[in-house]
């Protein structure tokens, strides 16, 4: 027979070999480094780990709307005089597109009656003895004379101007006007937020011949049995406030009006400049960008993550742009930052 079984001795400061393949185990799961995600989507949930991790947006972002203007130039002035109604011819060298505007005094103050397509700026009188009425008008075709009339049973002497301009901004002109009496006869300031613009003069008095202002050129002087009207233009660098201007006529105490007409260049191209503070995200690729309309997307574009600037061109005058822009790492994209402009150049 055997002898007794007897259980093995375990020498002490040992362990079973399973339990210290079981402790390796988690020693070595504890060691690994902890996984570590650079970004993460922008739609999480709530077990997602990499939340914490998510892709930043650029912190800031600001668009500037950037203009361009054409060159505006004289095509040339005519002036006349007659009873009514006053025939105004324009200027030879007038092209379809071109700005007209039109100076008509009269004594008196009752409204004028124009030619189609001439449309009034505004009318200033002295004393009921001199009005100034001006009006404006785009060319077209082969464009006719303008005739301006007054009200049946009014008779008198009209005298007046038309000057064409080309480049000019096919809308009504900004204009403003001051009247009084004396020798003096100065043109009222008016502010301009855009550059390059042409700056029209025009003063009348019930006797006298008001000369042509200092700094400017003359357009025409005429004068008839009882009103004299004298135009003058300037270009203006802009934007900002165009000179006032004054005309002095020897030994007059007379009735006067001095309007100034501003005449705004056309706008040939209008775009944007976006920037915006680099995401702090440093393990970004790049930023995507998008122009939105009316909540369609226009146009999309992309930059490298180094470049915190876009431009963008072919703009409409006077519409409400949305920009985006958004940080992104292949398919995963932060969330966006945004930026309305309306252009106004």
Known sequence: MGGP???????????PAGVVVVLGLLAAVLALPTVHAAFSATTSTPGNSLAADRLSPPPALSATQTCSYATTAL??????????????????ATQPGDVLVAQVAYDGTSPLTASSGWQLVRADSSGGVVTSAVYWKVAAASEPAATF???????????????????????APVADGQTGSGATATTPALTTQVPGVVVVHLLARNAGHPPAPSGTGQLWTLGSDSETVT?????????GTVPQRSSTTSGATTAW?????????????VGATLSWT????TWAEGYRGERVVGGVVQATSAVPYGTTTAADAGLANGTTYTYRVRAYRGSWVSADVTRTLTTSC
């Open 5 to 15: 079984h007897r259980r093995p001795r375990r020498v002490p400061g040992t362990r």
């Open 231 to 239: 135009a003058a233009d300037e270009p203006f660098a802009g934007p």
């Open 149 to 171: 009339a007054r009200p049946n049973g009014e008779v008198g002497d009209m005298v007046g101007g038309i000057v064409a301009y080309r480049g000019v901004r096919p809308g």
């Open 257 to 269: 009006t001095a309007q100034t007409v501003v005449l705004r260049p056309a706008v040939q191209h």
């Open 75 to 92: 095509r040339g002035a005519l002036a006349s005089t007659a009873s009514t109604p006053l025939a105004l011819g324009v200027p030879t």
């Open 278 to 281: 680099a995401s702090p995200s």
